[in-house]
């Protein structure tokens, strides 16, 4: 019995071990078939979340046009406004403060048409198809292609992007090398004109909600003539029009104010600092990985506040504040794939010695 015994456990075991082979052949096969180096549990739970990532892309990829034509009608509703309410208004009470404004205004005015047209119509910037690039410092996992240093896949383009920043819906198009400037400086111009339009017409909103406001509809819109004799109806519906237009343009200006002055202090943080958004988040992680091993992190590409700027904002080559106060269409200093860092030059600061 004994014998037996050992002879029906050997041939278990036996058996056991067989199957565990051909559980490793096949999981090798497969393996082999299907490798990939990056496959982690982050890589599995992008595969696991790629559904939902795709309905929202394609969704904001959607609505890209039409937050598009939102701010264009919001900035032209809000400009119509002031040309028909503010401007006879002004001239009405000082014919030397309506130069000025005019003057400002329309200075304003050009810049946020120049760079926000420039912003949506320029390209951020593609690494290179069909040819060597020798700059790449990983491969990217959705366009399985080189990448070059600061580059960055969106997944609403589908496409990886030189020094991407984010995607921006309202521009319906990638923030990066190539048009960061552009989308910064028409945030900067169209919250200047905001403030602008808050300056002065916070008189003619007072003048409406404190002083006689018939009084200021026909002074300030010209709309009505106190000698031609218009009816009742006519009155009231041009008050209550001329009241809606005041409330629409004073709550559109305060939450533009207020979204649009913490967007620009968060880049404005960003680009004296020397990166992205997305890099800003990679930074904090290098950093708090790093002190936790007692070591100090320092992002390659910071500067210094003033030499980040001037990066920024191209002023190279003989170009001034000139180039930022009026529309200038000159492209960012680099090529968007080579990209000097602090420790080249610290490394050149070494070799000198």
């Known amino acids: 019995m004994a014998r037996i015994y050992w002879t029906v456990s050997s041939c278990g075991q036996r058996l056991l071990e067989t199957i565990k082979k051909k ?30 990532i795709w309905f929202v ?15 264009i009608f919001l900035t032209l509703s809000v400009v119509a406004i002031a040309y ?29 048409i120049f760079h926000y047209y420039m912003a949506f119509k320029t390209s951020a910037g593609f ?15 959705k366009c399985i292609a080189p990448k070059p240093p600061r580059t960055h896949h969106c997944s609403v383009c589908d496409h990886c992007i030189l020094k991407m920043d984010h995607h ?24 200047l004109g ?9 008189s003619i909103a007072w003048d409406h909600f404190f002083e006689e406001g018939k009084e200021q509809i026909n002074s300030a819109t010209g709309f009505m003539n106190r000698s031609t004799g218009e009816n009742n109806t006519q009155k009231s519906l041009l008050s209550s029009l001329y009241h809606f237009c005041i409330i629409y343009a004073s709550l559109l200006c305060i939450g533009v104010f207020f979204t649009l002055g913490a967007l620009i202090m968060w880049h404005a943080r960003l680009i004296t600092r020397g990166e992205s958004s997305i890099e800003a988040h990679i930074n904090k992680k290098e950093t708090a990985r790093l002190k936790a091993v007692g070591q100090i992190y ?5 500067f210094g506040p003033k030499r980040n700027w001037r990066l920024f904002l191209g002023l190279a ?26 420790n080249h030059l610290l490394s050149e600061g070494k070799d000198n010695r």
């Open 168 to 191: 921006c819906p309202w521009l319906n198009n990638c923030i990066g090398h190539f048009n960061h400037r552009y989308f910064f400086l028409f945030c900067v111009y169209m919250w």
């Open 84 to 112: 028909i309410i503010g401007l006879p208004y002004w001239i009405s009470h000082s014919i030397t403060v309506t130069i000025v404004a005019v003057t400002i205004g329309h200075w304003l005015l050009v810049n946020i």
């Open 194 to 202: 905001v403030i602008f339009l808050m300056f002065f017409g916070w």
């Open 298 to 302: 320092r992002n390659p590409y910071n």
């Open 317 to 342: 080559h003989g170009r001034s504040w000139r180039h930022v106060l009026l529309p200038s269409a000159h492209l960012p200093e680099g090529d968007g794939l080579h990209w000097g860092s602090v």
């Open 127 to 141: 690494p290179p198809e069909g040819i060597l690039i020798q700059e790449a410092v990983s491969i990217c996992k």
């Open 57 to 71: 892309d394609h969704f904001t990829k959607a609505l890209g046009p039409i937050f598009v034509s939102g701010v």
């Open 23 to 52: 559980c490793h052949l096949i999981k090798y096969t497969i393996c082999s078939l299907f490798y990939n180096s990056f496959l982690d549990i982050y890589y599995i739970g992008d595969i696991c979340m790629e559904p939902l």
